[in-house]
């Protein structure tokens, strides 16, 4: 499904099968790299089946799956510019599809919120962002598979220097009002996200 739908969603743009095909080998690539364990194509999967449910209330269907495709295409545990290199990237290929530098403005700006994951004045964001962190309102199960997948994206840090750092960001949901902004993932997730976050804190 996520192969097709970005081939529908690239040939509104360009008939250049070339073209097209180039761009999915590039997302394909770097997510499935062998560093990634959790921000991977099994994520990009999750989140369009997330998006798909709420799809009547986006605006902009074709910006958000833009945004989807291209939010962690550069990801480097690492490093703490991700967010702005995968805009930049998405800002790129928009631009060599001729889209209108305001939907160009609005993906770059959905893909820097994924960064502090606040309320954002665009609806479309807020949906965006929320589907994103769906995962943490998974059944525990789940949760549990997400949280390891992730250690091991840090596993070259130990234990002493990820887990206070990994609390902090655990600790700084909890402290929100509320995890998701939108009414349909806040009764989806938000009560079941806030019991996973306090386990694993427990657990770090």
Not at 128 to 139: E, N
Request: aromatic residues 14%; positive net charge.
């Amino acid at each position: 499904m996520l192969k097709k739908t970005f081939f529908k969603l690239i040939n509104n743009y360009t008939s250049n099968n070339d073209l097209i095909e180039n761009l999915w080998k590039e997302i394909e690539k770097q997510y499935s790299s062998q560093k990634r364990h959790y921000h991977n194509l099994n994520h990009l999967e999750n989140l369009l089946e997330q998006l798909l449910k709420v799809k009547s209330e986006i605006k902009d269907w074709n910006v958000v799956l833009f945004t989807l495709y291209y939010h962690d295409i550069i990801y480097n545990a690492l490093k703490k510019d991700n967010e702005e290199k995968s805009a930049n990237c998405a800002k790129k290929v928009m631009f060599e599809l001729n889209i209108s530098s305001n939907k160009i403005e609005l993906c770059y700006s959905q893909i820097i919120a994924t960064k502090s994951h606040h309320k954002n004045t665009n609806e479309d964001t807020n949906l965006f962002t929320d589907a994103d962190l769906s995962i943490l309102g998974f059944p525990s199960k789940k949760y549990r598979i997400y949280y390891t997948q992730v250690r091991k994206e840090y596993k070259m840090f130990p234990d002493f220097m990820y887990n206070p750092n990994r609390k902090k960001v655990l600790q700084k949901f909890l402290k929100m009002k509320r995890i998701f902004k939108t009414d349909y993932f806040f009764n989806s997730f938000e009560k079941q996200a806030r019991i996973n976050l306090k386990s694993e804190i427990k657990i770090l």
